[in-house]
């Protein structure tokens, strides 16, 4: 094996062989060049033409490119999709996919290239005879069967009813590989439909709703009859059964000298004008719960917490308009400054320039990313900012070296774009305005400075709003975290001795 570590060549001996496996290990660890050291081994044990299918995010594209090349495969034989143009690897896929070895899509173009999944029907071909024209259909294109699917970031396909999820189980393979550092992602049950790609035919796995009762505690909702999760239960079956295909290490398992990573809160009161639209924000939205039916409560709840938490950000208008004519059931919030939570992220920025450090600061809202950048530029601090409005993958990639450079002290972005698949260790300060309510994703963010190579104690800080529902929201945040790594973590002597 070439350029890998002790921890990634016990991967490949571990799963060498087996059809579908599950490379659960924290982020940074060096989950993708785990999948391609054991790619590379079923190639050279079975010998012939392969062909893996590598789904991944949009960042990834390049990452898993350069982690082949670097291992020694041949460019010319990987098809990498160019985000901004499908056609060239549709008609390859049309014609079989038969020139490559490898194929890097991303998970958003699942739901478009059908030709996956299903034999796509050549046109009609018409022929002209004395009698009369007679149509007869082409050739049908086969459905491609892949060697092996690797499904980088697996828990994409949480969601057993999303397109991409139903696209991803008709794919045909004979080895399917998953990987990620959060396989219970939001909730513990959304383990299921991973499970249930990898090994479908196991009863363990068949049935969603056995899955559910058997593993997750809950009670029904008092008055909206809806499932509450307490936590998890019968973790131990569960883990007998996962441990032949899963694997899980954190960063601390397999490197002896990771700085340590601590986490901290900096409290900020609202403005008297703030702290006036936010009561009168949420005295409407619980009026408005009273007036919803039963199956539309949880679904306002939501949308109430990120109206608040938006109008925690900043100084708030509200435009009524729309709303009034009943063209919608709330106001439309656009935020702005003042804002304490922005004064306060700029004094820890200005903080960290006068110590010669640089900074990472995540939100969920891109009014707040905008707001941030403004500020610094503003005060003339080189800041890069990564979101879903940045345009191109390439500018993003550019974004991200400047700040690993040293040419942008400040690196803002939202936590939905930029919140995986980057490595941000010039910093080792990370800054929350906010978080994200599904907990895998925060510590996805947090980790794109806590990663191999990091050199120095990583600060992760809060900005919580006092008397809002910042800090009850950070509870019940934690509190998905630690139910969903109940159930990812194994015990030490199902994980290869390694203690978790």
Known sequence: MLKAGKHQVQVVEKFKGKPATLIGDSMGVGKTLSAVLLDLERRSREGGDQRTLIICQKAGLSVWEWHLIDQGVDPNRIFRIDPEDREPLESELQTGAHNFDYY????????????????????????????????????????????????????????????????????????????????????????????????????????????????????????????????????????????????????????????????????VDLTPRQKEDYDAMHKYQVARVGELKEELVVTHKIAMHIRLQQMIMGTVSLDWEDFEEGLRDSPIVAVGEPSPKLDAVMEMVETAIESGEQIVVFTNFRAMANMVEARCQKAKIPVGKYTGDTPNQKYR?????????????????????????????????????????????????????????????CRIWDIVARDTVDDERLQTIWRKARWVKELVNLPAHLNDGVLL
């Open 104 to 267: 890097i899509v991303h998970w958003d173009s699942l739901i478009r290239l059908r030709n996956i999944i299903k034999p796509e029907q050549a046109e009609k071909t018409v022929i002209y005879t004395p009698s009369g024209k007679k149509s007869l259909r082409g050739p049908v294109a086969r459905q491609i069967e892949w060697d092996l699917v690797i499904a980088d970031e697996v828990q994409y396909a949480k969601n057993r009813k999303a397109q991409r999820t139903e696209v991803l189980k008709k794919i045909k393979a004979r080895n399917k590989l998953g990987c990620s550092g959060t396989p219970a992602d939001d909730k513990p049950q959304d383990f299921w439909s991973i499970g249930n790609w990898l090994h479908p035919k196991e009863p363990i796995f068949r049935s969603y709703w056995r899955f559910y009762d058997h593993f997750i505690r809950w009670h029904p909702h008092p008055y909206a009859g809806y499932r509450v999760i307490d936590g998890v239960k019968n973790i131990d079956q569960l883990h007998e059964f996962m441990a032949p295909w899963y694997i899980r290490r954190r960063l601390t398992d397999v490197v002896d000298d990771m700085p340590p990573k601590t986490h901290s809160k900096i409290w």
């Open 397 to 457: 990639d550019a974004t991200v070296a400047d700040f690993q450079s040293g040419k942008k002290k400040v690196f803002v972005g939202t936590i939905g774009a930029a919140g995986t698949s980057i490595t941000l260790t010039a910093a080792s300060t990370l800054v929350f305005t906010d978080r994200n309510w599904n907990p895998s994703k925060n510590e996805q963010a947090e980790d794109r400075i806590w990663r191999i190579g990091q050199k120095n104690h």
